[in-house]
């Protein structure tokens, strides 16, 4: 089984910054493409960003320029810097990885649990 599990979140001012990672534990052969995704308050879920194992990085509007995604292979963990940000970020964000259990390489979608960020005065 494997888990992947969100830290990071907390409450910030606008135009201030957090880091969100997210770390896949248990039995993790290969990870491919992985995302952040965040739901705000009465809003559908989105995706924020996207990190293929072999590309570039992919953002949603709202965020670029100001979010980065990147990962650390050897830590099985993908992160997001969050900077200037804005009342309208406040979500809770969502981990989301293709992950590859099994030396047969076969890829399964997994999700963290959310973390909260909440951006305020």
């Known amino acids: 089984q494997v888990q992947l599990v969100e830290s990071g979140g907390g409450s910030v001012q606008p135009g201030g910054s957090l880091r969100l990672s997210c770390a896949a534990s248990?039995?993790?052969?290969?990870?491919?493409?992985m995302r952040w995704y965040r739901q705000g308050p009465v809003k559908q879920r989105e995706l924020v960003a996207v990190?293929?194992?072999?590309?570039?990085?992919m953002y949603a509007d709202s965020v670029k320029g100001r979010f980065t995604i990147s990962r650390d292979n050897t830590k099985n963990t993908v992160y997001l810097q969050m900077n200037s940000l804005k009342p309208d970020d406040t979500a809770v964000y969502y981990c989301?990885?293709?992950?590859?259990?099994?030396?047969?390489?076969?890829?399964?979608?997994?999700w963290g649990q959310g973390t909260q960020v909440t951006v305020s005065i």
């Open positions: 990190l293929p194992s072999d590309g570039s990085p």
């Open positions: 248990g039995s993790v052969f290969s990870i491919y493409h």
């Open positions: 989301n990885a293709d992950v590859a259990p099994y030396s047969d390489y076969r890829g399964y979608e997994f």
